[in-house]
Structures are given as C-alpha cells and as structure tokens.
Nanobody, 124 residues
Framework: QVQLVESGGGLVQAGDSLRLSCAASGRTFSGYYVGWFRQAPGKEREFVGVIRWNGGMPHYADSVKGRFTISRDNAKNTVYLQMNSLKPEDTALYYC?????????????????WGQGTQVTVSS
C-alpha cells in the first residue's frame, strides 16, 4: 500500500517561509515523479512543481518560480517543498502526489497516488 503523508503547513504572514514535507512509504519510488499541487477554495487543483525521485532538476509553475524549491532526501523517503516570500495568494491546501507513467506531468489526473494535504494560510 503506497502512502504519502504531507506535513508542515500552518498560518504565516506574507513574506514568511514554510517547509512542507511529503513522506512516502509502502514501496520503492525509484523512477517515480513526485509532484506538489495546491487547491484553494472554489478553485481547481493547481500544479506547483515536480521532481524525479532518482534525480534531475525540478520543474515549477511560473507562479512560484524563484520562491519555491523542491528537494528530496532519498534516505528518508521524503520530498520537501520550501516556500519563501509567501503571498496571500499562496493560501491553499497543498498536496503531494506520485506518478510512474507520465513523467514530470502538470496534470493532477496523471498522478495515481496522493496524500491527504496540508493547509497553508498566508495572512496579509
């Protein structure tokens, strides 16, 4: 059973930083891509960024490029999303997801494994 568990969300002020974690268990993720998505109330789920489990450069949405950084610690089976210079528009429920078939996809429908999400709220 594959499990992804996000943590690290919270309430912060604009300009602050947060680091989200996505802990993976249940199988080896070699060859998988792990993506971060977010969903604000009343909006569609939005691509944030993606990284390949085995290596390579992450890819980011334009809205977070230069502010967010994805990294991984294979020994801990964990992928991180470092979020700096947070803005109120970054407020959303943040999810990590994994796919083994579609590469660095930006489409939520192409990810077969999802975590439960962690809430990030940025006040102005």
């Amino acid at each position: 059973q594959v499990q992804l568990v996000e943590s690290g969300g919270g309430l912060v002020q604009a300009g602050d930083s947060l680091r989200l974690s996505c802990a993976a268990s249940g199988r080896t993720f070699s060859g998988y891509y792990v993506g971060w998505f977010r969903q604000a109330p009343g909006k569609e789920r939005e691509f944030v960024g993606v990284i390949r489990w085995n290596g390579g450069m992450p890819h980011y949405a334009d809205s977070v490029k230069g502010r967010f950084t994805i990294s991984r610690d294979n020994a801990k089976n964990t992928v991180y999303l470092q979020m700096n210079s947070l803005k109120p528009e970054d407020t959303a429920l943040y999810y990590c997801a994994a796919n083994s078939l579609y590469g660095p996809s930006q489409r939520p429908t192409e990810y077969g494994y999802w975590g439960q999400g962690t809430q990030v709220t940025v006040s102005s």
